[in-house]
């Protein structure tokens, strides 16, 4: 008889990492809405979408890897994409892993981190030298996660929002009169 998802979960899951494919896709987004919530999402900037996926997959397909359930039922329970990031005036190439996630009945154990050493090889092998990370400053399991796999010296960033709609108002009145009406 197959042990309880519960009891699965406290020791290492059997799962096999593979690249992702086209048919995948679907399956991934549904398993990032269950973890990416606008709440929940690592920064302001990026929004869980399919596009989102569909993007990763296009351009950067070589870093986008799925963790599968080594049984017959062959369940994707984990994902991670990423990309490179070169900057102007640096000989450094960076990985930067931008989505991470691991369905909820299987975490702790420890598919993340088969993700993340894939993940970490693959940059290694296209001469990748520093890998970035970002999170959410009260995701405890991320930040804990993450702390585990090696990553320091977090540097604080702030996001600050001005909503300008009161301006937009003004703006339509300014055009309306500059027209003659
Ligand atoms: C963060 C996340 C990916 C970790 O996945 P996971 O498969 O559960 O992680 P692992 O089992 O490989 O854990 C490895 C280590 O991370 C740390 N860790 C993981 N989850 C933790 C938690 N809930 N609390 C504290 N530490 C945790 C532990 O040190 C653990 O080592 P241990 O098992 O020896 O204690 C998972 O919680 C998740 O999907 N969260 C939602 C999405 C998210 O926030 N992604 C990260 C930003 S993109």
Redesign the pocket.
């Known amino acids: 008889m197959q042990p309880a998802l519960s009891e699965q979960k406290r020791k290492k899951a059997s799962v096999t990492l593979r690249q992702m494919q086209i048919d995948d896709i679907a399956t991934v987004f549904h398993l990032g809405e269950r973890?990416?919530t606008a709440r929940?999402a690592?920064n302001l900037f990026r929004t869980w979408d399919e596009y989102e996926v569909i993007n990763f997959f296009q351009n950067d397909s070589e870093y986008c890897l799925v963790a599968e359930t080594d049984d017959d039922t062959e369940l994707i329970v984990?994902f991670v994409l990423g990309t490179t990031v070169t900057k102007s005036h640096s000989a450094w190439k960076y990985g930067y892993?931008?989505?991470?996630?691991?369905d909820p009945d299987?975490?702790?154990?420890?598919?993340?981190?088969?993700l993340f050493h894939r993940f970490r090889d693959l940059m290694l092998d296209d001469g990748a030298r520093m890998l970035l990370?970002d999170?959410e400053a009260d995701?405890?399991?991320?930040l804990?996660?993450f702390?585990?796999m090696g990553f320091n010296h977090p540097q604080e960033h702030i996001y600050l929002t001005l909503n300008i709609d009161p301006h937009r108002q003004k703006k339509n009145g300014r055009r309306k009169s500059d027209n003659g009406y």
């Open positions: 973890l990416f929940s690592p984990g892993l931008v989505w991470l996630g691991v299987f975490h702790e154990s420890g598919v993340a981190s088969k990370v999170s995701n405890e399991p991320a804990q996660f702390r585990k």
